[in-house]
């Protein structure tokens, strides 16, 4: 079970809509919500004052129309022609990435209709987005005014964006190359001058770090849900008048309790065997479910307060759990998984460094068929 604390979400976004004010904020619920929940998310999010909504596919833009909710939405994931129909449709905005991918995705936006865009551009990250050297040809394809063209009726220019490569790591001259770069680009284009064309490129560790990148609007996926981007970011901003506190965790009961002889294999591979007589615990849930198989051996979960190794081979969807030292533990008592407390051994961070990863993912890779509830 999965239970989301959209209360915490909710204050998230007004610490960090406050870090960012003037500007404009969207609320990345890409990815599921970083697997908390799609549209509860993004319903909360939007309560909580966010002015935009950030998704990776279309498909998630649909689900988010078809539940009402009329704020913009933009994908920032790279979105295939085929997807510019529904785009249109919808009134969803979409990323053009190079002229290639534009004149594609103009192929089908349908006659007489007009498909919102932003121009992604290339700043040091080196991942999608339009070079400098044809920035300004794929500016006059859709038509922006300050490239000296007649307007393309089936293009309407949003905004102009791009994203941070290492402010994470506290990497700032890195970064500020980038926002030199993007300033000097943008300039290009007249979006200084053209107020109505949006400039973004701050996410949640540049809203807190970087207070020059915020321009006229700001993306906050990771922070939105108490998570930090980085344990040196945490360390340089984390106050209590502006703590994220993490939503999410995840819990399980206890399926079956196991008594274990001394020396008697646990799970496949027969790769644990306790030294004395032992209780194990065994939950149902495995790497099918999104408990990352790495952690075998390696992880561990809190049991009634008591911090638990996992022991043995993680299975598709069977986890075994060294509880013999945690008194009157019983069949239905919750094993925690991930902890919403930032300071548990189950952490998202701390479950995340045991297996040298970032809590991203492990949240991210939530699967949408564990229950999840919702505390409002």
């Not at 966010?50 to 913009?72: N, Y």
């Not at 498909?115 to 040091?124: A, D, F, N, Y």
């Not at 644990?272 to 561990?300: E, M, Q």
Request: hydrophobic content about 45%; proline content about 5%; charged content about 20%.
């Amino acid at each position: 079970m999965l239970t989301i604390n959209l209360a915490a979400i909710r204050e998230n976004i007004r610490i960090l809509k406050t870090a960012a004010a003037p500007a404009k904020f969207m609320a990345v619920v890409k990815n599921n919500a970083y697997g908390h929940g799609l549209i509860e998310v993004a319903q909360a999010a939007l309560e909580a004052g966010s002015d935009w909504l950030g998704v990776i596919h279309v498909s998630e833009g649909v689900q988010l129309r078809d539940t009402g909710i009329t704020a913009p939405i933009l994908v920032l994931g790279y979105v295939p022609p085929e997807d510019i129909p529904h785009a249109v449709h919808y009134r969803i905005d979409i990323p053009l990435i190079n002229l290639e991918h534009a004149h594609k995705v103009r192929s089908k936006i349908p006659t007489g209709k007009k498909l919102r865009v932003h121009l992604k551009i290339e700043t040091g990250l080196n991942r999608f987005g339009v070079t400098s050297l044809e920035l300004l040809e794929l500016a006059q394809f859709i038509g922006l005014r300050s490239a000296h063209s007649g307007q393309n009726s089936a293009f309407s220019p949003i905004g102009v964006y791009s994203h941070l490569a290492a402010v994470e790591e506290v990497a700032f001259g890195h970064a500020r190359l980038q926002l030199d770069n993007f300033d000097e680009q943008t300039r290009r284009l007249g979006a200084h001058k053209n107020g109505d064309l949006l400039r973004h490129i701050a996410a949640t560790a540049a809203i807190l770090m970087l207070p020059e990148s915020h321009l006229d609007l700001v993306r906050s996926g990771i922070g939105i849900y108490g998570l930090w981007p980085s344990a040196e970011i945490a360390r340089r901003v984390d106050h209590p008048t502006a703590r994220l506190q993490p939503a999410l965790e995840w819990s399980e009961p206890i399926a079956e309790l196991k008594k274990v002889q001394a020396n008697q294999p646990v799970g496949y591979g027969c790769s644990w065997k306790p030294i004395k007589d032992a209780t194990v615990a065994l939950i149902a849930i495995g790497y099918a479910d999104g408990l990352d198989r790495k952690f075998s051996s390696i992880g561990v979960v809190e049991v009634l307060d008591t911090e638990c190794p996992i022991v043995g081979r993680i299975c598709t969807n069977v986890t075994f759990i060294d509880v013999t030292h945690v008194p009157r533990v019983t069949v239905g008592d919750e094993v925690i998984l991930l902890s919403a407390s930032q300071t548990s051994p189950a952490s998202a961070q701390a479950q995340a460094d045991r297996i040298n990863t970032i809590h991203y993912e492990l949240v991210s890779r939530l699967p949408i068929h564990i229950q999840r509830s919702y505390i409002q």
